[in-house]
């Protein structure tokens, strides 16, 4: 099914500034062996009262959207200080993920009843790309612009997986022969759209939670092959892995804890230095609950919030400090800037440099 509307251009798009902000604070944080210096750019509001759980930063803009189909686009670099405005697609139950490409098309992912994937192609044509009855999107990560997948909750005992090799503009469904079953129960979690990423070539992971262990699917040839790891991640009821960073292809680290237990923190960070074979416990600093993880590409620094606050680590989780005391649900780091969004829209978006001690 495809709908489409004809809107403004891109610029109008561009102009969907956050509301209410206020630019303030800086200040800088040691940690090991690099010091963190940070100005907060703009902290407001990206939608009034509408949570915002997708965020996607590029050299030109910061994209923030959630809950009844709210968007915000926050240009960067700007003095100019004209009227914020704010997008709302109508039909859509709440934007989870987020990808923008090099020529200004923009992919959401729908999370509710029905997942949606839905495009808005350089700022001129709105339109539902990919309409799944009765699945539960969970998060979609691209190889770069050209190629995507997405993944969502089991349907008839496996993973729903789609992939997209035009930038997103068509999906189709994939049905790998090598998919292994989902367990009872066994789901993956929306709060960020971050329990997926590809990596180099043709990696891709996704994590789960829910069932009686908390587990890595793994493929390395873009999603046609899986395998799957069992992770020392608390799983059960509203445990597991709720995001995920790799710096590379064996390095990275998976996130989690209970949404319903906030302040539950052992093994909630795990480490891997080889694809998920085997794991190494880092959660020295963090609080509790995590919901969103992400960092730069080399891993130097990586900044992870939830419902306990937002947090950084220069030493790839070995420790972890507070960078701000509020908590989001969501994180995307460059090399010089960290976008959060978070609750009733709220958005936070600091520059940053980092340098030895």
């Not at 799944?132 to 770069?144: C, I, K, N, P």
């Not at 089991?154 to 035009?166: E, V």
């Not at 930038?167 to 929306?190: C, I, V």
């Not at 030493?315 to 460059?334: A, H, I, K, M, N």
Request: aromatic share 12%; charged share 20%.
């Amino acid at each position: 099914m495809k709908t489409k509307t004809k809107v403004n251009s891109f610029k109008y798009l561009a102009l969907l500034l956050l509301t209410g902000g206020l630019f303030t604070s800086c200040g800088s944080l040691n940690v090991s062996n690099k010091t963190i210096t940070y100005k907060t750019h703009f902290i407001g509001k990206s939608v009034n009262g509408a949570h915002s759980r997708a965020v996607y930063i590029t050299d030109m803009f910061i994209v923030a959207a959630g809950q009844k189909g709210n968007l915000g686009v926050h240009l960067m670099d700007t003095t100019n200080r004209t009227p914020h405005i704010q997008d709302s697609i109508p039909n859509i139950e709440d934007f989870r993920d987020v990808h923008l490409d090099k020529r200004g098309n923009c992919i959401l992912m729908n999370s509710g009843e029905n997942g949606i994937m839905y495009g808005i192609s350089r700022g001129t044509q709105k339109m539902v790309l990919y309409d799944t009855a009765g699945v539960f999107l969970d998060g979609m990560s691209f190889w770069e612009d050209q190629t995507g997948i997405v993944f969502g909750d089991p349907i008839n005992g496996k993973f729903f997986l789609a992939k997209s090799t035009d930038r997103g503009a068509k999906w189709h469904s994939l049905t790998p022969k090598t998919l292994p079953d989902a367990l009872d129960n066994e789901a993956g979690f929306a709060a960020s759209g971050t329990s997926i990423q590809t990596l180099k070539d043709s990696t891709v992971y996704f994590g789960t939670g829910m069932g009686a262990r908390a587990r890595l699917f793994c493929s390395y040839d873009r999603g046609e092959n899986w395998i799957v790891k069992d992770t020392p991640m608390r799983a059960g009821d509203s445990y597991g892995i709720y995001t995920m960073y790799f710096w590379s292809k064996e390095e990275g680290l998976i996130l989690g804890g209970s949404y319903k237990d906030s302040t539950y923190k052992k093994g909630i960070c795990q480490f891997t230095k080889d694809g998920g074979d085997t794991w190494e416990a880092r959660t020295n600093g963090l609080l509790g609950y995590c919901s969103g993880v992400h960092g730069t590409a080399n891993g130097e620094l990586i900044v992870a919030t939830g419902r306990m606050g937002t947090f950084y680590t220069t030493t790839q989780g070995q420790s972890w400090d507070v960078l701000v005391e509020r908590p989001y649900y969501s994180c995307f780091v460059t090399e010089k800037r960290i976008a959060l969004v978070g609750r009733n829209g709220t958005t936070e978006i600091l520059n940053y440099t980092l340098s030895e001690n």
